[in-house]
């Protein structure tokens, strides 16, 4: 068993804290042309990696069908307000009035960094072998992509290492119940291929191409993996049927 304190966590929110506050403070002593021409930047690499994590997909169709019904459910349940309602509280907790970019960068930076493989085995590997390389290895990659997305919003950067705390603290917790996902190459699949289209969707707003409710997606998260597990059932009734 390992340490009680999400130790890996602690370090990632940190790092994430540390670069946002670098690319903040580097942020100001940008022309504002050169901000626009970097964060365009940062959304061709973020479509680009939503792509890779896409085609990771063992079966697109999931990945489909988890998305449109993750929509609906997210829409209904009006996913994309109450995280733009956060968004506005926590600027406003921070003091910042004048900042476009704050709920784009945020909802990015919160899926890049709380989304994917990584996230899930590193949180598990703390939780149950006290081990954090692999945390300290993301750490690292998120906090020099930290640097970046702050150059256009280091407040954004700065809410979003509490959303890294709270999610990783909340997978580490749970990393009994969640064993069975992370040694899952299949859910795992899925799992990221449904993050991707969210980096996606993300990355076109971020281009300015279009703006979509990135939110609303969220419940794809878990249908994705949970269609797995149906179809698997489904395919396992089928052939004991089959041989009946």
Wanted: glycine share 12%.
């Amino acid at each position: 068993m390992g340490s009680v304190l999400p130790r890996g966590t602690l370090l990632n929110t940190a790092t994430v804290a540390l670069g946002g506050l670098i690319g903040w403070a580097a942020g100001a002593r940008i022309p504002e042309s050169y901000q626009e021409l970097v964060f365009s930047g940062l959304g061709i690499v973020t479509v680009g990696l939503g792509l890779k994590m896409l085609l990771g997909s063992k079966n697109i169709l999931i990945v489909a069908a988890a998305i449109a019904l993750g929509g609906m459910i997210g829409m209904a349940l009006g996913f994309q307000g109450a995280v733009a309602n956060m968004a506005t509280w926590m600027k406003t907790t921070m003091g910042v009035h004048d900042d476009a970019g704050f709920v784009d960068v945020l909802i990015t930076t919160s899926v890049l960094f709380c989304v994917g493989p990584m996230t899930l085995l590193g949180c598990m590997q703390d939780r149950l072998e006290g081990k954090i390389e692999l945390l300290a290895l993301k750490s690292t990659m998120d906090g020099v992509g930290a640097i970046f997305f702050a150059v256009k919003s280091g407040p954004a950067v700065l809410a979003t290492a509490l959303v890294v705390l709270v999610v990783q603290s909340a997978i580490t917790f749970a990393a009994k119940p969640l064993r069975p996902l992370s040694e899952d190459d299949d859910l795992l699949a899925e799992l990221s291929a449904a993050g991707g289209v969210m980096l996606v969707g993300t990355g076109l707003g971020l281009l300015a191409i279009k703006s979509l409710p990135v939110a609303n997606y969220l419940p794809a998260l878990v249908l994705a993996p949970l269609f797995v597990v149906i179809g698997r059932r489904f395919t396992a009734k089928r052939a004991t049927i089959g041989k009946a």
